[in-house]
């Protein structure tokens, strides 16, 4: 609801042969959002969960808009974070009815993912504390920031010891994400990531292998994350999304030789140019150059590099699907 992505019938999924299906726990993105806007005039406006305020414009929206951030203007005490009213993460409520639909989808022979239950622990740092503040937080204030960011990886690993006791044994991927890259560089150097946000994705990563060790972790990180691959490694993921291919050092020649032995890429498909501008033919044939480089000798799970944008025309789309179906 959130990013205004439908979930396509299965027919059409099976029709563009998509062998793959999603559960998607309740959230502040998809759990009763409709009923909670309010008309603030030209706009709607949603309050979640978490605090946070997102705004829909009336006209011309295509997507909510995170407006305002509920620890931004707070004094940096540990005691904010303890006394802040947070989400249940491991109400059962949030995975009602999925056990059915993984058994569903496996009897179909598809692979089953499910979707975590909020951003990664970085993001929800920005979206709590601002942009300017969440990358200061760890230099000016350490204590606090610490806290805030082990909170958040705390109600993770809550929502995935509820969620995988009941779904470990039908998911075959489990999806965790935190965007580190740009288009250019990384929002914040390896090393300031490697000390403060790190080592509590390494205590989410070892939770979930410990309540789920057949299922295969993804992780999504958009940009130029290539400094921080061998860390994403380390932390124990086995599928690496979404390999942005117009991001500075994303070279898929590069990656898959030097990190194809220890991960799997999902993605790979251009979205900013490539399907919205290029032709049909331009994109089965750089469909079929990924499946060459990045497919070889397995490894690659081939998709758009993100959501496909409103503006792509339909023929590009199903270009994209006939290119990867008939490479």
Request: charge should be negative.
């Amino acid at each position: 609801m959130i990013q205004q992505i439908i979930i396509p019938a299965d027919d059409i999924l099976d029709e563009l042969g998509v062998d793959t299906r999603g559960l998607f726990p309740l959230t502040s993105h998809n759990w009763n959002v409709f009923n909670s806007l309010f008309d603030s005039g030209d706009r709607w406006e949603y309050n979640d969960e978490w605090g946070f305020t997102h705004h829909f414009p009336k006209e011309n929206g295509h997507w909510f808009s995170l407006v305002r951030h509920p620890m931004e203007n707070i004094l940096p005490d540990v005691t904010e974070v303890e006394a802040y009213n947070w989400p249940i993460a491991n109400a059962r409520e949030r995975i009602k009815g999925l056990r059915e639909k993984a058994l569903r989808f496996r009897e179909q022979g598809k692979l089953v993912l499910i979707k975590g239950l909020c951003a990664g622990i970085f993001e929800m740092h920005q979206r709590f504390r601002g942009m300017t503040n969440a990358m200061t937080d760890s230099f000016l204030y350490p204590e606090f920031s610490d806290r805030l960011i082990g909170k958040l990886a705390d109600l993770k690993i809550e929502f995935w010891e509820m969620a995988l006791a009941e779904l470990a044994d039908v998911v075959d991927v489990i999806a965790e994400a935190d965007d580190y890259g740009t288009q250019e560089s990384q929002l914040i150097s390896p090393d300031h990531f490697r000390e403060y946000y790190k080592p509590h994705i390494t205590r989410i990563i070892a939770s979930i292998k410990h309540s789920a060790p057949e299922a295969k972790i993804m992780f999504h990180s958009c940009g130029n994350v290539r400094p921080i691959i061998p860390d994403f490694i380390e932390v124990g993921l086995d599928i690496l999304n979404p390999i942005q291919p117009l991001a500075h050092g994303m070279d898929p020649l590069y990656l898959k030789k030097t990190y194809g032995k220890d991960l799997v890429f999902f993605g790979g498909i251009d979205v900013q140019h490539l399907l919205p501008y290029e032709t049909p033919q331009k994109i089965k044939s750089e469909v079929r150059r990924r499946i060459e480089i990045l497919g070889k000798d397995g490894g690659f799970i081939i998709a758009p590099a993100h959501n496909i944008q409103p503006d792509t025309p339909v023929e590009n789309v199903l270009a994209f699907f006939e290119a990867a179906l008939n490479p």
